[in-house]
């Protein structure tokens, strides 16, 4: 079996929203990303020079409706576990409800939406050595965070919470599929990720490089959910970014061999999942 890359990484997660001035103020006010460009309609959105989230206007489009495929989530990793802390408190200076807080093991996180309905994960890391491993498998959960050892990492690091950091990056992209097996299949044997765990019969975590996870994949929208409709926000794309042209052209061979249209880019290809999930691969 042929792994992706280990050095292979996402990038931008490019989004249809209702208003961009709404979805600015949200991303730039409340998480705390800067704007590298502004037109009329597009927007990028990063911590340095690197785009992290880029924002689309597709007016009047509507929340994406239950019951299709789409994105579940997309997940910004910060580089400390006191970030997360300052993420926090800058959601709760600024009265942004949250949706959930939960400790994974590996990771702890906090989720919550954007004004278009689009899921947000924010997390950190655990180092990897305190990740915990039961016959080769690692072990993850979803049990409650602890919000109040979380907040004491502010007492040590007491730095004010008026951006993100400049290490922050897109650690990994969750999506409704309308078949798990499908979905697991194109992203293994066609991309190439490893299958690090499955969560019941209805979820299935990828990676590269032995990560916890660089892809999680769902039928919580229902089995055979139909993609969202033409008007609905969510996500127009996601970047999975290889660190070199011939891990590009492995990933193009396999797509072929396996019957897999691509549309060529500037930087890379477009795929679709079977699910119609689309991606960016690039170098």
Same mark, same amino acid.
């Given at each position: 079996?042929? +792994?992706?890359?280990?050095?292979?990484?996402?990038?931008?997660?490019?989004?249809?929203?209702?208003?961009?001035?709404?979805?600015?103020?949200?991303?730039?006010? $409340?998480?705390?990303?800067?704007?590298?460009?502004? &037109? !009329?309609?597009?927007?990028?959105?990063?911590?340095?020079?690197?785009?992290?989230?880029?924002?689309?206007?597709?007016?009047?489009?509507?929340?994406?409706?239950?019951?299709?495929?789409?994105? *579940?989530?997309?997940? =910004?990793?910060?580089?400390?576990?006191?970030?997360?802390?300052? #993420?926090?408190?800058? @959601?709760?200076?600024?009265? *942004?409800?949250? /949706?959930?807080?939960?400790?994974?093991?590996?990771? &702890?996180? @906090?989720?919550?939406?954007?004004?278009?309905?689009?899921?947000?994960?924010?997390?950190?890391?655990?180092?990897?050595?305190?990740?915990? *491993?039961?016959?080769?498998?690692?072990? %993850?959960?979803? $049990?409650?965070?602890? $919000?109040?050892?979380? %907040?004491? /990492?502010?007492?040590?690091?007491?730095?004010? !919470?008026?951006?993100?950091?400049? #290490?922050?990056? =897109?650690?990994?992209?969750? @999506?409704?599929? +309308?078949?798990?097996?499908?979905?697991?299949?194109?992203?293994?044997?066609?991309?190439?990720?490893?299958?690090?765990?499955? *969560?019941?019969?209805? #979820?299935?975590?990828?990676?590269?490089?032995?990560?916890?996870?660089?892809?999680?994949?769902?039928?919580?929208?229902?089995?055979?959910?139909?993609?969202?409709?033409?008007?609905?926000?969510?996500?127009?794309?996601?970047? $999975?970014?290889?660190?070199?042209?011939?891990?590009?052209?492995?990933?193009?061979?396999?797509?072929?061999?396996?019957?897999?249209?691509? &549309?060529?880019?500037?930087?890379?290809?477009?795929?679709?999942?079977?699910?119609?999930?689309? %991606?960016?691969?690039?170098?």
């Amino acid at each position: 079996m042929i +792994s992706i890359h280990p050095d292979t990484s996402l990038g931008a997660v490019n989004l249809t929203v209702s208003a961009l001035g709404r979805s600015l103020e949200f991303y730039r006010e $409340i998480l705390g990303f800067s704007v590298l460009r502004h &037109e !009329a309609t597009t927007a990028e959105l990063g911590t340095g020079q690197t785009p992290l989230v880029v924002l689309s206007e597709q007016s009047g489009a509507r929340p994406r409706p239950s019951h299709t495929t789409g994105l *579940y989530h997309f997940a =910004i990793l910060l580089p400390a576990r006191a970030d997360l802390a300052r #993420a926090l408190q800058r @959601l709760a200076d600024t009265r *942004y409800p949250i /949706e959930g807080a939960s400790d994974h093991l590996a990771s &702890e996180a @906090l989720y919550l939406a954007d004004p278009d309905g689009n899921g947000i994960e924010i997390y950190a890391d655990r180092p990897r050595s305190a990740w915990t *491993y039961r016959n080769g498998q690692l072990q %993850m959960a979803t $049990i409650p965070l602890d $919000i109040k050892g979380l %907040m004491n /990492e502010l007492k040590t690091d007491p730095r004010p !919470a008026n951006g993100l950091p400049q #290490a922050t990056r =897109i650690g990994h992209i969750h @999506l409704h599929v +309308s078949d798990l097996r499908a979905a697991e299949a194109f992203y293994r044997d066609v991309l190439g990720f490893d299958l690090m765990l499955h *969560y019941g019969n209805s #979820a299935s975590f990828l990676s590269a490089g032995g990560y916890h996870h660089h892809l999680g994949l769902n039928t919580w929208a229902g089995v055979g959910a139909p993609p969202p409709p033409p008007d609905a926000a969510g996500l127009r794309w996601f970047t $999975i970014a290889v660190p070199d042209r011939a891990e590009l052209e492995r990933i193009l061979l396999r797509a072929q061999e396996a019957g897999v249209s691509h &549309e060529d880019h500037n930087d890379g290809m477009f795929l679709r999942d079977p699910s119609g999930n689309a %991606m960016l691969v690039t170098n």
